[in-house]
């Protein structure tokens, strides 16, 4: 038999094995078997070309310090680079064929259409999600997403990043928190000063008006006296009222379920609503910063329910679970639609940014005839 073929059968079988730098020497005959010599050393430039620019796209993959993930149309995981497992400390068999969504903190089926249904329009799609790592770590997390272009410019599968964005959500919070308590120390100075100074002004002048009835003898001057004094009566309720709402003491002294009670009899007492507070034995105090933020979102909560829902009772309900203070607020009034909310106030998105600071959450779940419902939950470690 030609020795050449026992060469090309060698070089093939190197070739198999990923060595594409070998070739064969065309001989002097130039025949057919040289012919096909010559194609197997193409066959070998051209996998070793194919090779260079797959290491090459590899060290790309891998060296970012991004989480880049394959998916195929489906959203469901065919690759990833080195930074997933570092990150998330999954490896590529324990994800591989598992939908994308899987990673998020919570669940949610249609997450990966959504992103699909973005990418056809063209949008940017750049979401802030939040993955959980295998040892059920949360990662803040920016994702864009790209279809992966195939052959015949036919849209193959996607291609997903996900950048670790928890510096900068740690930063976000710290000054959000700076905002807000030097906010809540205004507010503080500023109830004192209306206490302090209208407030003692407010007595003596009841005190004079007072003593000028007991004093005069006429029965309609009497009578007018006695009428401003009921007059500065009100007054008074009505600066305490408000330094209340600026800020309440009993929050201080006795806590945020106290100081939301305070709240509501002072609702209920108006006539206006009938409230009912649970506690659960076992919910928990917490930072002086995070129950004035709570008893903020349960203020923006009634007054929302005064202002708009109609309602007639409200429920408000402190719980704990796994380490989480819960509280559900309810209205049994209108509802509304979030989607179609035109003129956002400031109300619900102070409501998020009140929380945030502190990992907890709102959900505010509200359909038209359905009344309204927000479920806060606030983690009760790891928070500062
Ligand atoms: N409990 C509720 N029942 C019915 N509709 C509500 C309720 N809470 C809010 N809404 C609707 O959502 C809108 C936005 O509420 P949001 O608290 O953000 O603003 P606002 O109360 O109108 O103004 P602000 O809170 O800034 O004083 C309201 O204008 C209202 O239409
Ligand atoms: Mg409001």
Known sequence: MDNRFRKINRLLSEYSLGNFNKKLRISSRMDEVDAFIMGVNMLGEELKDKTISRDYFNNIFNSVSDMVFVLDKQGKIENMNVSVTNNLEYDLPSLKGKVISYLLDKSQPDWFNHILQDM?????????????????NNIPV???ASFLIGENNTKGGVLLTAKDIS???????????AIIETEEKERIRFAKDIHDSIGQQLSAIKFYIGASADAVEDPRQKSI???????????QADMRNICFNIMPK?????GLVKAVEELSSKNE?????DITINEAPDFPRMSLQQEFALFRIIQEFINNALKHSKADALGIEFKYRKKMAMISLRDNGIGF??????????????????????????????QPGKGTRYEISIPMDNNE
């Open 120 to 136: 056809r329009a063209s949008r940017t799609s750049n979401y802030e999600g939040v993955f959980k790592t295998k040892n059920k």
């Open 142 to 144: 920016l994702i864009s």
């Open 167 to 177: 510096i900068q959500k740690k930063t976000q919070n710290m000054v959000l928190k």
């Open 225 to 235: 006296l006695l009428k401003a004094n009921a007059a500065l009566v009100d007054v």
């Open 250 to 254: 009993s929050l201080e002294f006795f």
């Open 269 to 273: 007492l108006l006539g206006r609503i």
């Open 337 to 366: 639609n979030m989607s179609t909310l035109r003129n956002h106030g400031m109300g619900l998105s102070n409501v998020r940014s009140r929380i945030r600071p502190y990992n907890g959450e709102v959900d505010i779940i509200s």
